[in-house]
T-cell receptor, first 114, second 114 residues
Framework: AQSVTQLDSQVPVFEEAPVELRCNYS??????LFWYVQYPNQGLQLLLK??????LVESINGFEAEFNKSQTSFHLRKPSVHISDTAEYFC????????????FGAGTTVTVRA | DVKVTQSSRYLVKRTGEKVFLECVQD?????MFWYRQDPGLGLRLIYF???????EKGDIPEGYSVSREKKERFSLILESASTNQTSMYLC?????????????FGSGTRLTVV
């Protein structure tokens, strides 16, 4: 069975500073990896995903994540955060043996301060 | 704009009550899911459905049941609500099974059982 570990539950960061959210997964088979974001009082939205090809994937709002197979990681980064990036971020994995259903990590709360 | 609508944003119910959480999607999606979200635990899958009148247990089905009589509607039922079912409940849908088919989430129902 696959599992997802998000190594930080809370990440406070100042505006315009960089941020990295760590995600590690365990699976004996090939995986598909996702980052979702949940803004206050909203549902989850897909931020970016890795399916195949280039190991570096980017979102439209400046986030990027790199798939590292040897480290079994999919860390999320942004070089300069805004107040509006305050949210909870979830890493998720899907595998063919589980019908591609999403399995989520515990989440990382990012709080951006001025 | 595609939508997953959860009928209630906040609910307060008494222990022992039968509780219905409703979810409707307008995208003609095949698959629908119910998750509960708890701090430090992330999202955990309760039940899912790949077709009308079809349902399968997720990771934590105890104390819950579901109904899918129409393609667009997926209801979560708490037969006898208990305080440990106080949580945020998220409904999601996807068009088909597969990593290319992302999940669309509703805004959630925050249920408090007193």
């Amino acid at each position: 069975a696959q599992s997802v570990t998000q190594l930080d539950s809370q990440v406070p960061v100042f505006e315009e500073a960089p941020v990295e959210l760590r995600c590690n997964y365990s699976s004996s088979v090939s995986v598909y990896l996702f980052w979702y974001v949940q803004y206050p009082n909203q549902g989850l939205q897909l931020l970016l995903k890795y399916l195949s090809g280039s190991t570096l994937v980017e979102s439209i709002n400046g986030f990027e994540a790199e798939f590292n197979k040897s480290q079994t990681s999919f860390h999320l980064r942004k070089p300069s955060v805004h107040i509006s990036d305050t949210a909870e971020y979830f890493c998720a994995v899907s595998v063919p043996s589980n019908d591609y259903k999403l399995s989520f990590g515990a989440g990382t709360t990012v709080t951006v301060r001025a | 704009d595609v939508k997953v609508t959860q009928s209630s944003r906040y609910l307060v119910k008494r222990t022992g009550e039968k509780v219905f959480l409703e979810c409707v999607q307008d995208m003609d999606h095949e698959n629908m899911f119910w998750y509960r979200q708890d701090p430090g635990l992330g999202l955990r899958l309760i039940y899912f459905s790949y077709d009308v009148k079809m349902k399968e247990k997720g990771d934590i089905p105890e104390g819950y049941s579901v109904s899918r009589e129409k393609k667009e509607r997926f209801s979560l039922i708490l037969e006898s609500a208990s305080t440990n079912q106080t949580s945020m409940y998220l409904c999601a849908s996807s068009q088909y099974r597969g990593p290319n088919y992302g999940y669309t989430f509703g805004s959630g129902t925050r249920l408090t059982v007193v």
